[in-house]
């Protein structure tokens, strides 16, 4: 990447607090789920807090399985269009289960109430949801998840699996957009 890209993104979250807070919801999330339960993270954001996650919550004693759910809003623009499109199948590990739905963010509201309603019509008996970042004023549709990694301002976000048209997922911290 050039020079002048790195320079745009300001670092919020560096790797090691990311990585402490990780441990922390695992904690969280062993404590209160039952000990069989399906984990669906929404792709393609979710995809390194959920690897770093699962770790996690072996390290707590769980011992999820593991689905993802392709979904997207955003495109490639820095504005959601206002509608969640699923691409691909549904995950079919969910009937009959508790369901921890793991996104990156919670903005709007949309994405995490959309999925998390249609994994109900697909059978999951619970769902509990968690994010990595929340950004509670940007709020649309009233869904808070259960559980949170950091709350942040209204800013635009990348790195850590979190992209601007397809770019900046393999940084290794959460970063803010110039």
Same mark, same amino acid.
């Given at each position: 990447m050039a020079t002048e890209d790195r320079? &745009?993104?300001? @670092?919020?979250?560096?790797a090691a607090q990311i990585a402490e807070?990780? +441990?922390?919801?695992? &904690?969280?999330? %062993?404590?209160?789920? @039952?000990?069989?339960f399906a984990l669906v993270g929404l792709l393609k954001g979710s995809f390194m807090f959920v %690897?770093?996650?699962? &770790? %996690?919550?072996? &390290?707590?004693?769980?011992? @999820?399985?593991? +689905?993802?759910?392709?979904?997207?809003?955003?495109?490639?623009?820095?504005?959601?269009?206002?509608?969640v499109q699923v691409l691909g199948e549904l995950p079919e590990s969910v009937r009959g289960r508790p369901v921890l739905l793991v996104d990156d963010i919670q903005d709007t509201g949309r994405t995490l109430s959309f999925t998390r309603d249609l994994l109900l019509e697909h059978g999951a008996t619970r769902i509990w949801t968690c994010t990595l970042l929340d950004k509670p004023s940007r709020r649309q549709i009233d869904i808070e998840p259960d559980f949170v990694g950091f709350v942040i301002p209204d800013v635009f976000v990348v790195g850590y699996g979190i992209d601007y048209a397809e770019r900046y997922r393999h940084l290794p911290y959460i970063g803010k957009v110039e």
């Open positions: 320079q &745009r993104v300001t @670092p919020l979250f560096e807070r990780v +441990e922390e919801l695992a &904690r969280a999330i %062993a404590a209160e789920l @039952p000990a069989d %690897a770093d996650l699962v &770790r %996690a919550l072996d &390290r707590a004693g769980c011992r @999820p399985s593991v +689905e993802f759910m392709h979904v997207s809003s955003y495109g490639l623009g820095k504005e959601s269009s206002g509608t």
